[in-house]
């Protein structure tokens, strides 16, 4: 079990924080407020945490007005727990109810906007989802005719991509428990056991080093190497020659880990070794560029340049790193394409990965936060040979 966790939740001074934030931001954009509809966006400014949000039978509305606390607008079987947050104005339907799941509520909120002809923000873009009915949406809509709708998404996203201290403690505290889990491997797992046995046995270590879940466990193990790494796991005992890597994502208090890591199984190839000291060697020099006022796209080419001694395509896989924190996967992506400038705070993946041999692929992942004097490692760093089991 890890010692000294931190505390659960947050004060009502980080939500109030958070808020203050996105509502200078709104006085910027010209928005009297934000309509929030999906769980990392409603939790991170109300702290509310459930299960629930896997059930796809009712909508969730959060209103973030331009001044003063947030507005829920969710089914009653929330308002329980709802009201065990910072928020005051809770406003709650019999759900569900298809022919008004929460519109009405909605439509009566937005109304005096709408009739003063202002500017909301909805998140548009990239990495969002409407998590309502289209055809209650298109109701609301045609309801609320005055109501300028802009995308708010850029702004939401860059709120989320620099962390709190308070944020940051609990990332650490689960990248510790991954690490700790990883550790482990070597003493839980043997040549003969079936990957789903692997899979299951991953999962009840990571309970027991003190993880709330571990929602995302992928990986592989194959002769010499792998060519896939997000399939699930299959009955096939491990061999002699495999390579084995799992990717976790791990979490506590809401909060993710995201890394992997890759073992040889009985004896490994030069190529492989080579593949493995390449990958970790490209880890390094993101390490090295992660630093503020760098860019992703910086970021991306630092690793790629190591990479390509090997593998000149990078592996295809189109980025070599993401942000992390509510969700296993957040803005910015180190890709050539993102201009994203890091800051202090920022919680980021670094995911190398290149092709070898004949059509065998290899990935390597740390977590990290940025700081004004570089980067520092959330996870416990990777051996820099590939362990064999």
């Not at 295809?316 to 180190?334: A, F, K, M, N, V």
């Amino acid at each position: 079990m890890q010692p000294s966790a931190p505390e659960r939740g947050f004060p009502e001074a980080e939500f109030s924080a958070r808020t203050a934030k996105a509502q200078d931001r709104m006085i910027q954009d010209g928005l009297a407020g934000l309509l929030l509809m999906t769980e990392p966006e409603v939790t991170y400014f109300t702290g509310f945490q459930t299960l629930f949000w896997q059930s796809p039978t009712r909508p969730w509305f959060l209103f973030v007005p331009a001044a003063g606390k947030p507005i829920a607008i969710i089914p009653e079987i929330g308002a329980e727990l709802m009201h065990q947050t910072w928020l005051d104005d809770i406003r709650t339907w019999s759900a569900p109810c298809p022919k008004d799941d929460g519109i009405s509520l909605l439509t009566d909120l937005l109304a005096p906007l709408a009739k003063a002809g202002d500017r909301i923000g909805v998140m548009k873009g990239h990495e969002t989802q409407l998590r309502m009915p289209l055809g209650d949406w298109e109701r609301l809509v045609v309801d609320l005719p005055g109501l300028h709708i802009a995308d708010a998404t850029r702004m939401v996203q860059h709120l989320r991509m620099v962390k709190s201290e308070a944020e940051i403690e609990k990332l650490a505290h689960i990248c510790a428990i991954g690490s700790a889990t990883f550790a482990r491997v070597p003493d839980i797992v043997s040549e003969g056991m079936p990957l789903e046995d692997v899979f299951r046995a991953f999962r009840r270590e990571a309970l027991a080093q003190g993880a709330d879940n571990a929602p995302y466990l992928v990986g592989t193990a194959a002769p010499g190497g792998y060519a896939d790494v997000i399939s699930p796991p299959s009955s096939r005992p491990l061999q002699a020659g495999d390579v084995m890597m799992l990717d976790t994502g791990c979490v506590w208090d809401g909060y993710f880990c995201d890394f992997d890591r890759n073992w040889a199984i009985g004896h490994v190839t030069d190529a492989t070794r080579r593949a493995y000291d390449t990958l970790w060697r490209a880890t390094e020099a993101g390490l090295e560029a992660a630093i503020p006022g760098n860019t992703c796209k910086n970021l991306f080419r630092a690793m790629s340049e190591v990479i390509a001694e090997i593998d000149p395509s990078g592996g295809d896989i189109g980025r070599l790193g993401h942000g992390l924190g509510l969700q296993l996967t957040e803005q910015p992506s180190h890709a050539a394409f993102d201009e994203t400038v890091l800051e202090d705070g920022m919680v980021l993946t670094l995911e190398p990965s290149l092709s070898y041999g004949s059509g065998l692929m290899m990935v390597h992942e740390e977590n990290i936060v940025v700081r004004k004097h570089g980067a520092e490692l959330l996870t416990t760093r990777a051996p820099q040979s590939l362990i064999v089991i």
